[in-house]
């Protein structure tokens, strides 16, 4: 989830518009966005075997998840949940 609330901040000022409608909600780990949470709970392998060729996302907006997961991605749920602690809320 964490990648998804990064993904949404970088989209607002670099795309000049939110990348989702939904607003992430806090919970104790991080930012929610709790439909995808719901969707998603099994795990990230669920993500990477997802078909994207029906995607709702512009050109720009693919582009700019792949770079956020290529800087981020890298680090694990504990990682990502203290940068996210770290910073003011979305908003």
């Not at 907006?61 to 997961?69: F, G, H, K, N, R």
Request: proline letters at 9%.
């Amino acid at each position: 989830m964490e990648l998804t609330y990064h993904t949404h901040g970088f989209s607002i000022p670099l795309l000049n518009q939110p990348l989702f409608t939904i607003e992430p909600r806090a919970w104790a780990r991080g930012p929610v966005y709790e439909q995808l949470w719901h969707e998603f709970k099994e795990g990230p392998a669920e993500c990477a075997e997802r078909d994207f060729s029906d995607t709702p996302f512009s050109e720009d907006e693919l582009e700019l998840i792949m770079a956020v997961c290529d800087a981020f991605g890298k680090y694990g749920g504990p990682k990502l949940s203290k940068f996210t602690h770290k910073e003011a809320p979305l908003g």
